[in-house]
DNA sequence: GTACGTGCAAAGGTTTTGCATTACA
DNA sequence: TGTAATGCAAAACCTTTGCACGTAC
């Protein structure tokens, strides 16, 4: 939580929640997940609520929102440059630490202004390969 | 529409229309992108064949369907392995050919079955630099 | 002729918005 | 105290589904 305390926005007790919950939060939550969470603790919680701090903490740069899952939006508190594997079976989203930059060739560099880039693998996770048949 | 001549589907006026705008098209057109083009011709085209024609197609493995806008999905008929460029301020999605496989940690691929990967690169294309104050 | 595609309308799921009430700073 | 967050409901979108009718093969 200690990432979380400087940040600039005012702090009532569930979005302290919400940040208690995406703090070091590795599992790539929806905002539904978010609400479920919460709630616990706060039952009139609502997932407007949920939805309005996402988007401030994305506008702060400290949550990334991630467009991987066709479903819906999920959400990243590890901001720093890294990669994604996603299970084709479970859509479990897990963390790839970035070896080194990723390099794209010249002729692209110059045309557009890369900001970030990062690697999306798919495939199947340990826990999957064991029960499904690809 | 050589490539599309004999995917096993059948093949309706609508079919062919939608088929005709996807052959060759790199603007990674959304559902509702296909709709209004084929609408020209078939005024009583419905979205809802839009989006079935579309979920064969991604079936067959003759569509990708790319998660990478967060508001809506888009197409891609180009299926071989190759990469993205995306423009943060017009969200215009630019095919960047591969270069070469993209190597993955060894413990990674260990753990998880790979199916496919590709890179995202995020940025700003050359239209919108002009234009826009980043 | 039959299985399957089409088109319309309705429903489903996620995300956004409006607004009155409440609470942080 | 004033500005901003909360919570509820409704709306906005994109996408899917059900069903009667029509058509490719």
Redesign the pocket.
Known sequence: MQRFRYIG???????LAILDFLDGNTSHP???DVFQFVSKR?P??????V???L??LKKKGEVLELTIDP???RYDPETSEHHHLICLSCKRIVDMPSERRIELPERVIQNFTIVKSHIEAYGYCPACKKTITV
Request: hydrophobic share 35%; proline share 4%; no cysteine.
């Open positions: 926005m005012k702090l009532t007790p569930q979005r929806s905002a539904e706060f009139t919680m609502s997932l407007a609520t939805y309005s701090t988007a401030v479903d819906k939006k």
